[in-house]
C-alpha cells in the first residue's frame, strides 16, 4: 500500500522560508515522479512542482525561482523548499506520485495522495 506523509507546514511571515517533506512509503519510489500541488480556501487544487526520476523538474509558473523541488531517493523524500513566501502562498500542500517515470502537471496523472500539510503565510 502507497503511502505519503507530508511534513514541515507552518506559520511564516512574507518573505520568509518553509521547507516541505513527504516520506513515501509501499512503492519503487526511485521509478516514480513525484509532484507537490496546493489548494487555497475556496479554489481548486492547482499544481506546484514535480520532479521526475532523473531530477527533471517542472514549476507552477507563481512558484518560478522561489521554489526548489528535490528528492532523495535513499530516503524515499521529497522536499519543497519554499523561499520567498507570499501571502498568495497560503494553501494546504499536498504530495503525490504517479506510476511513471513521467513529470506531470496534471493531477488526474497522479495516482496516490498525501493527506496535505497546511501552509499559512501571514502579511
Known amino acids: 500500500q502507497v503511502q505519503l506523509v507530508e511534513s514541515g507546514g507552518g506559520l511564516v511571515q512574507a518573505g520568509g522560508s518553509l521547507r516541505l517533506s513527504c516520506a513515501a512509503s509501499g512503492h519503487s519510489f526511485a521509478r516514480s515522479a513525484m509532484g507537490w500541488f496546493r489548494q487555497a480556501p475556496g479554489k481548486e487544487r492547482e499544481f506546484v512542482a514535480a520532479i521526475g526520476i532523473g531530477r527533471a523538474a517542472d514549476y507552477a509558473d507563481s512558484v518560478k525561482g522561489r521554489f526548489t523541488i528535490s528528492r532523495d531517493n535513499a530516503k524515499n523524500t521529497v522536499y519543497l523548499q519554499m523561499n520567498s513566501l507570499k501571502p498568495e502562498d497560503t494553501a494546504v500542500y499536498y504530495c503525490?506520485?504517479?506510476?511513471?517515470?513521467?513529470?506531470?502537471?496534471?493531477?488526474?496523472?497522479?495516482?496516490?495522495w498525501g493527506q496535505g500539510t497546511q501552509v499559512t503565510v501571514s502579511s
Open positions: 503525490a506520485t504517479r506510476s511513471s517515470i513521467w513529470i506531470s502537471q496534471s493531477e488526474t496523472d497522479y495516482n496516490y
